[in-house]
Every structure is written in structure tokens, then in C-alpha cells.
């Protein structure tokens, strides 16, 4: 018998979590994700106020796997969104409302709400790279001391379980991760979509309506594979302290959540494949996932989560 269960900081019955922006603003298809099996929900991120986000056209596949999007926080504000939430109170699959704002008190009243309206965890999207008109970059994940603040802040305000999500657009993950952990962020999540950019050739003018975008799908999954290692190593070498991890980024298949939990996530988050492979991705990767734990003689994830940290700590001695 497999036993799928994992510890995220809060308990999930298996570790496969729905990424956050993709089908989760509204409580009808959150219900079926969590009907496919999901282990955890984390919902689109909300801000104070409603946001009506950026131009069409904000999501496209440019290439096979490559998908890039900018939104701008499409969102309905969270006192509507906790009332649309209300349609899930008899759903059990935990749910994780995601966070963003532009600043330290945005960040604390919207998590606030959240707890108020009886959630025990949220995600910190601190990370979004595209969340102003026309931005480029510039988000608060880039910058170790902002990041700090936020998580302090509302640590501070609420006890919720904080998970806080990081951008892979940095120099060094780690000290990001670092500045997350110490301000007492519960897990982390990585990563966010890469800053890119595509340009139509017979229009000769950029395909989103934004200009400048995020990548995401399976053509990112290597990148978030190494960002995962890198944050695994330096809590396996005692550089920052060990909390939980959720690996975010290109997963289309039980191999790939067989992989991430090799380089040490606990929770593993699926977004654009559901683009794929509808909401049924859920169902199919658990199946494969229990199917490969047994064939491979494994009755539990953490018997082999790390198991590929270990071995390459062993070779950069
Ligand atoms: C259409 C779309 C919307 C997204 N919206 C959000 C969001 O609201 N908040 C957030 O933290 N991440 C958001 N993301 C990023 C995903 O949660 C995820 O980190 C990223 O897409 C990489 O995973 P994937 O390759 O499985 O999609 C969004 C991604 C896409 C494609």
C-alpha cells in the first residue's frame, strides 16, 4: 500500500497541489480540482481591491511547452472573493488563498481578511513578475530586505502558516529564501513564471497585450528544478534553516512530481499543464505517482524525497 500523505506545514493527503493563477478564482472549478484528488488548493492571488489586470492577449502558448502570460492580478478584491469562497465550506482539501499587494499594509489586510474568514494558511505572491501596467520586473521577491518586511509583517498581524513564493528572476534564490525563512515564513514556494518576452514576425509587434510577460509550462521545468536544488542544498549543507518546499514549474507528469521530491519539495504544484491536460491531470498523476512509488518498492515520499540532494552533495565535497 502507497501512502501519498505529506507535511506542507499543514497536512495533505498527497503531495500535489494546484499552482496558484490557474483556474482558481472561482469556487466551482476549485471544487473539481479538489474532486480529481488534489492534495491542497492554492487559489489565484488577491488583492485589497479589485484589479481587472492587463490587456488581451494576457495568456498564450507561443511554442510547444513555452507559455508565457501577464494578467496583472485579474482579481475580484477579497472581501468578493471570500463570498465566492463561501460555496466551498463543505470541501475538505485544504484551501490556500494567495496573497499580493504593492505594499507591507496590503499584504497584512488582505492575509487578515483571510484569517478572519476562518483560513489557517496562505501563500505570499511576492513574486509576480508582471503586476504593474507595462512592468518589467522589479518585484519584491527580487530584493532579500523588502521580502523581509512583508513576511515580518504579517507574520506580526496574523498567526496564520505563511508560504511565501519566490522568483526565479534573481542572482541567488537562497538569500532570498534566507531573508523568507528568518522573517518566519513556514515553507516555501518556487518558482514564479521567468521574465520573457516573445514578438510576433509577420505583426512585428510583442503578442501580449502587456508587452512583457512570464514563462511558465514544461520548457521551465529544468529552472525550477535548479532553483528547488539550490534552496534543498543549502538547508541539507545547515545554511538556512530546513521548512518545508513546494516545487512549482513545468510538471506534466507523475515522473516530473518523482522528480522535484528527489530534489527535496514535499508539496509539488501543477499550473499550466492543466492547459494540457484538463482538470483530470490531477487524477492521472496521482495514479502514475502511486503506480511508480510501488513498481520502484517505495510505501512513502520521504523515502525518497532529497535522495538526489544527498547524491550530489556527495560529488561537490
Ligand atoms: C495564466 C497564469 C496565471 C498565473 N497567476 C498567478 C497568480 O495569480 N499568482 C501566483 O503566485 N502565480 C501565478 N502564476 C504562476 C504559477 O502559479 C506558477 O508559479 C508558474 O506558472 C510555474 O508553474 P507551471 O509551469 O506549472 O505553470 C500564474 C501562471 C499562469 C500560467
Given at each position: 500500500?502507497?501512502?501519498?500523505?505529506?507535511?506542507?506545514?499543514?497536512?495533505?493527503?498527497?503531495?500535489?497541489?494546484?499552482?496558484?493563477?490557474?483556474?482558481?478564482?472561482?469556487?466551482?472549478?476549485?471544487?473539481?480540482?479538489?474532486?480529481?484528488g488534489?492534495?491542497?488548493?492554492?487559489?489565484?492571488?488577491?488583492?485589497?481591491?479589485?484589479?481587472?489586470?492587463?490587456?488581451?492577449?494576457?495568456?498564450?502558448?507561443?511554442?510547444?511547452?513555452?507559455?508565457?502570460?501577464?494578467?496583472?492580478?485579474?482579481?475580484?478584491?477579497?472581501?468578493?472573493?471570500?463570498?465566492?469562497?463561501?460555496?466551498?465550506?463543505?470541501?475538505?482539501?485544504p484551501?490556500?488563498?494567495?496573497?499580493?499587494?504593492?505594499?507591507?499594509?496590503?499584504?497584512?489586510?488582505?492575509?487578515?481578511?483571510?484569517?478572519?474568514?476562518?483560513?489557517?494558511m496562505?501563500?505570499l505572491?511576492?513574486?509576480?513578475?508582471?503586476?504593474?501596467?507595462?512592468?518589467?520586473?522589479?518585484?519584491?521577491a527580487?530584493?532579500?530586505?523588502?521580502?523581509?518586511?512583508?513576511?515580518?509583517?504579517?507574520?506580526?498581524?496574523?498567526?496564520?502558516?505563511?508560504?511565501?513564493?519566490?522568483?526565479?528572476?534573481?542572482?541567488?534564490?537562497?538569500?532570498?529564501?534566507?531573508?523568507?525563512?528568518?522573517?518566519?515564513?513556514?515553507?516555501?514556494?518556487?518558482?514564479?513564471?521567468?521574465?520573457?518576452?516573445?514578438?510576433d514576425?509577420?505583426?512585428?509587434?510583442?503578442?501580449?497585450?502587456?508587452?512583457f510577460?512570464?514563462?511558465?509550462?514544461?520548457s521551465?521545468?529544468?529552472?525550477?528544478?535548479?532553483?528547488?536544488?539550490?534552496?534543498?542544498?543549502?538547508?541539507?549543507?545547515?545554511?538556512?534553516?530546513?521548512?518545508?518546499?513546494?516545487?512549482?514549474?513545468?510538471?506534466?507528469?507523475?515522473?516530473?512530481?518523482?522528480?522535484?521530491?528527489?530534489?527535496?519539495?514535499?508539496?509539488?504544484?501543477?499550473?499550466?499543464?492543466?492547459?494540457?491536460?484538463?482538470?483530470?491531470?490531477?487524477?492521472?498523476?496521482?495514479?502514475?505517482?502511486?503506480?511508480?512509488?510501488?513498481?520502484?518498492?517505495?510505501?512513502?515520499?520521504?523515502?525518497?524525497?532529497?535522495?538526489?540532494?544527498?547524491?550530489?552533495?556527495?560529488?561537490?565535497?
Amino acid at each position: 500500500m502507497v501512502d501519498l500523505s505529506v507535511d506542507i506545514g499543514i497536512p495533505l493527503k498527497n503531495p500535489l497541489i494546484l499552482a496558484s493563477g490557474i483556474l482558481g478564482s472561482s469556487a466551482g472549478i476549485l471544487k473539481r480540482v479538489a474532486e480529481a484528488g488534489a492534495g491542497a488548493l492554492i487559489t489565484k492571488s488577491i488583492t485589497q481591491d479589485p484589479r481587472e489586470g492587463h490587456e488581451n492577449p494576457t495568456v498564450i502558448e507561443v511554442s510547444e511547452g513555452v507559455i508565457l502570460n501577464a494578467i496583472g492580478l485579474a482579481n475580484p478584491g477579497v472581501d468578493a472573493f471570500i463570498r465566492e469562497l463561501d460555496a466551498l465550506k463543505g470541501v475538505r482539501t485544504p484551501i490556500i488563498p494567495s496573497v499580493a499587494g504593492n505594499s507591507e499594509d496590503e499584504f497584512a489586510t488582505v492575509a487578515s481578511r483571510f484569517e478572519d474568514a476562518g483560513f489557517r494558511m496562505v501563500e505570499l505572491n511576492i513574486s509576480c513578475p508582471h503586476s504593474l501596467p507595462l512592468s518589467t520586473g522589479n518585484t519584491i521577491a527580487q530584493d532579500p530586505e523588502r521580502t523581509r518586511a512583508i513576511v515580518k509583517t504579517v507574520k506580526e498581524v496574523t498567526s496564520l502558516r505563511l508560504i511565501v513564493k519566490l522568483s526565479p528572476n534573481v542572482t541567488d534564490i537562497v538569500e532570498v529564501a534566507a531573508s523568507a525563512i528568518d522573517a518566519g515564513a513556514d515553507a516555501i514556494s518556487l518558482i514564479n513564471t521567468i521574465e520573457a518576452l516573445e514578438v510576433d514576425p509577420w505583426v512585428e509587434i510583442p503578442v501580449l497585450g502587456n508587452i512583457f510577460g512570464g514563462q511558465s509550462g514544461p520548457s521551465i521545468r529544468c529552472i525550477a528544478q535548479r532553483k528547488l536544488a539550490e534552496v534543498a542544498l543549502a538547508m541539507e549543507d545547515g545554511k538556512i534553516e530546513r521548512v518545508p518546499l513546494i516545487g512549482v514549474g513545468g510538471v506534466r507528469r507523475a515522473e516530473d512530481v518523482f522528480r522535484f521530491i528527489l530534489l527535496g519539495a514535499d508539496g509539488v504544484a501543477i499550473g499550466s499543464s492543466i492547459l494540457y491536460g484538463d482538470i483530470e491531470i490531477f487524477s492521472d498523476i496521482l495514479r502514475g505517482l502511486e503506480q511508480m512509488m510501488h513498481d520502484k518498492g517505495y510505501a512513502r515520499p520521504e523515502e525518497f524525497r532529497g535522495k538526489a540532494i544527498s547524491w550530489i552533495r556527495t560529488r561537490m565535497r
